[in-house]
């Protein structure tokens, strides 16, 4: 099968799936004991949820939750500037 390198749909279909692939055979490996790979999940797992809240934010928070967003996000600058 070819890939339409200037369909935006099929690109993204194809890209996709190769990560697919790559998540499966460093799962793969780390599941060998492999040690790098345990590492690269090891990252995965702490990025996951601030990839997730930033997410959540971008598409599909309110207005009124992104206020109260805004508030704890100050109050938590206020504290780090303390220290």
């Known amino acids: 099968m070819s890939i339409d390198w200037n369909n935006p749909d099929e690109v993204r279909k194809y890209r996709a799936q190769k990560s697919r692939e790559y998540r499966a055979r460093v799962k793969a490996r780390a599941d ?3 040690e790098y790979a345990q590492e690269l999940q090891e990252k995965q ?8 809240c930033k997410t959540y934010i971008k598409n599909k928070a309110t207005l009124k ?11 938590r600058e206020k504290k780090l500037k303390e220290k």
Not at 45 to 52: A, S, T
Not at 66 to 72: A, D, I, Q, V, Y
Request: glycine content about 10%.
């Open 32 to 34: 060998a004991g492999d």
């Open 45 to 52: 797992r702490k990025r996951l949820p601030y990839n997730n």
């Open 65 to 75: 939750q992104l206020n109260e967003l805004r508030g704890l996000i100050l109050e």
